[in-house]
């Protein structure tokens, strides 16, 4: 498995060491609490920064609030070493902050973006693509988060309906931007997502006790080192 493996919402050290042994190539760390989660998932300054200095091969991304004091969470993100942020809610911030993060290198994770089953594929990233001079690392999708069965639904369901989101569709977006899948991973059904899904960079799971609101994909902790085996060969 050469694509991209990236581990979101770690909250101890113990965690990334698990995560980075499988084959995570990016670790999350939670700065600020995500309104999308009803859990405690979010970790000081102090233990972010022990989380990125246990990792040997895995990077360190800053899941942090850019809205209100976006150069505190500039501050911050340097001060655990992280050379990507990920803004909450898919958040695009003002230039002068993308300009200071280009100046202190570092890059900006788009996450937070849904792919409904009704969408026409162009609209999916229409409110990046008018934007200029990004900072993107990469696009994170969560795809069909309406249903927990994201993949069957994609996979069996979409096919008999022409003005659906179809696998194809992604696979097209995905060659023109650098696109990370958040979908509803199991043991099961990685390997085969990870195939239909060719042209995206990598995949992304996050980790979490209870959300909010049912339109996100989210898994436990046990299961996302289960996924993690199943796409090492292990599961």
């Known amino acids: 498995m050469n694509k991209l493996i990236k581990v979101d919402r770690v909250c101890s050290v113990d965690e990334a060491k698990a995560v980075e042994e499988l084959g995570a190539g990016l670790i999350g760390v939670p700065l600020d609490p995500d309104p999308r989660f009803a859990d405690r998932r979010t970790v000081a300054m102090e233990l972010a920064a022990e989380i990125g200095a246990s990792l040997r091969t895995a990077g360190l991304v800053a899941m942090l609030d850019l809205r209100e004091d976006p150069f505190d969470g500039i501050r911050r993100a340097r001060a655990i070493g ?26 900006i994770v788009y996450a937070g973006i849904e792919a409904a089953h009704d969408d026409d594929p162009a609209w ?40 659906e ?44 006790d209870h959300a909010t609101r049912a339109d996100v994909h989210f898994t436990g902790y046990a299961q996302a080192l289960e996924v993690l085996r199943a796409l090492r060969g292990r599961g």
């Open 124 to 163: 999916i990233l229409s409110r990046y693509t008018t934007v200029d001079d990004l900072q993107a690392a990469f696009f994170q999708v969560d795809v069909l988060p309406e249903y927990r069965n994201a993949w069957q639904v994609l996979r069996d369901e979409s096919p008999a309906y022409d003005d």
């Open 82 to 107: 992280a050379r990507l942020v990920q803004p909450l809610g898919g958040a695009i911030p003002e230039p002068q902050v993308r300009a200071a993060l280009r100046e202190a290198g570092i890059s």
């Open 165 to 208: 989101l179809q696998i194809d569709d992604l696979n097209q977006l995905a060659r023109g931007h650098d696109l990370v899948a958040v979908l509803d991973y199991t043991p099961q059904n990685v390997a085969q997502i990870v195939a239909a899904l060719p042209a995206f960079r990598g995949v992304a799971l996050t980790l979490a």
